[in-house]
């Protein structure tokens, strides 16, 4: 797994906007400001919220951000995923982006050596990031 500044900012914008979530949008001026977030690189980060359906946005002088599902429903590890992609440390124990190692001495036999280790560290990351959701996040600041 790799937590990356994409990810840490995500997750602020997102604390921003389970403030305002059911009522007014935010404009990413002011989500970057509050959350000392490049707005260049916040944009960026918006984007790929809305485009997995988390966000809703409205152009113009009125415009902004919204959170368009519960701050209940969505998980850290929904987040995470999202923005910087799986959460299992090697490929091979991805539930979300399996990939065979092309390279390892074992991808050819039943089991790797790696792989129970590595699941085991895939799980206990899934288990806190995909139940920790968004709202007690934003709770607990």
Do not use: W
């Not at 500044?5 to 914008?13: C, M, Q, T, V």
């Not at 980060?45 to 209940?72: D, M, N, Q, T």
């Not at 490929?91 to 792989?115: E, G, I, R």
């Amino acid at each position: 797994m790799k937590f990356s500044k994409k990810s840490e900012y995500g997750l602020r914008a997102l604390l921003e906007l389970c403030g305002t979530y059911g009522g007014r949008v935010l404009q990413r001026h002011e989500i970057a400001e509050r959350q000392n977030i490049p707005v260049e690189f916040l944009e960026q980060i918006l984007l790929a919220l809305k485009r997995a359906g988390l966000l809703a946005s409205r152009r113009g002088v009125r415009g902004g951000y919204a959170l368009i599902k519960s701050p209940e429903d969505i998980t850290l590890g929904q987040v995470i995923r999202i923005l910087d992609g799986p959460l299992a440390p090697i490929s091979c124990v991805s539930k979300t982006a399996y990939q065979k190692c092309a390279d390892c001495p074992y991808a050819a036999t039943p089991s790797c050596p790696l792989q129970q280790a590595m699941g085991e560290v895939r799980d206990a990351i899934a288990n806190i990031l995909d139940h920790y959701t968004l709202s007690r996040f934003a709770h607990s600041k």
